[in-house]
């Protein structure tokens, strides 16, 4: 009932407040930015020249939904005039930069659309927590009475989680080199006078811009915003922005960040590793298809490492990344993550069969010369894999997946208390 009538009263003032909020962040005098190009060679430190306008109507439309509803979610009107100024602030910093080289959110305004989604997240999150009809012995993170501030706090280690990444990126226009801890992107490209050069550091290390977050804040915070969540919470954002990609992730509030932060990530996976011909999974794809063109890797044959059975094919493994390790490393020098990590890849993606857990290896049954025989394989469609001229020669040969057994429920005693963890406080 409080969030109805919270809700229902901020509705009339909220497309105003929207509109505002549209000319801060889409400002026509401040939008000369960075290309990206559709497949950015961070990893070869490639220059990237040039100057982009504004965003593409699809991508403009989706920034402009993400902001309205992150708005929404803020408690009432002072949080949302003062969210809105941070992500004008936000927008104003990072411009149109993408979120990594060649990995999630690599397109242009990437930075930006990640940082946001992953703010409405935690905002969706702090809801859950906040009017969910919590069982008294759930683990969940207690929320104190006066929510206001907390939530706002949610706000912002969502908002500025990856502001660290700009540290990562060596963008230069001539002589002059951008140092994001002493001015904005926008403050940048008013002060120069030739196109903007992108290179990614080669040095960069996975996961340790989370430790720089913190240092670039003050461009998003104004003293308002700190004398609201209090020097206390200011700390737990300091905390939560450098435990999230941390070993420990130390505190509550920097797992959940944690959490939302990946889940944008797999969101986002099917588009980019899909549709870019260097990520992983596509080298892997295209291996595989030219193994089995040239015959190196037989199908439906006794003892083959690749079935097909109508509209599925699948491919056995590990003997089959094995292959394909080896003739990508011997043609292209490519090379593959491990086993394990590629199957995440490949389950993020959607181009294999997966269970909730994003377990992909399954079992399948196969013709052998003693009878059925049990492998492990990934099942892919048909078309992602097999060149559809070899089909009408393809032996009568099929595979069946073998059903998973279901897991035993091991019986409690009522007198016996579940093991669970402790609700741990945000604040």
Known sequence: MRRHVMVKAAVALLRKIWRHIYRQIFRKNRTLTLPVPAHPRGQESGAVPGTFVSPPEPQRALLEELTENVVSRLPDMDCRERGARGMAKLRDLVGD???SADHHHSEPYGLLRHSLEVALKMLEEF???LFADVPPNAAVIKIPADSRQLQYLCFLAGLGHDLGKLFDMDLRAGDRRWSPLHETYAEFLRHIEVEPVLMWNEDRVRGSHAQFSPWLMHHLLSPADIRFIGLERLRQLTAALTGTHGGDQSTPL???????????????APEWMTKRP????????????DLISEGQLSVNTPGAPVYVTGDKAAVVVPRSI???RDFLRRENNLRLPSNHHLYDLLAQAEVVEAD???????????????G???LSALIFNQDTIIPQGILPTLPKVTFEPVPEEPKPVIAVSPDVPKSTAAGEPLG
């Open 97 to 99: 930069l993408p979120a």
């Open 127 to 129: 809801e859950k927590m």
């Open 254 to 268: 920097a797992r959940v960040v944690s959490k939302l932060d990946q889940e944008s990530v797999e969101q986002a």
């Open 278 to 289: 260097d990520s992983k999974v596509n080298q892997f794809i295209h291996a595989l298809r």
């Open 322 to 324: 094995s292959v394909s």
């Open 356 to 370: 909730g857990n994003r377990q992909c290896v399954k079992r399948i049954r196969v013709p052998g010369k003693r």
């Open 372 to 374: 059925p025989v049990e």
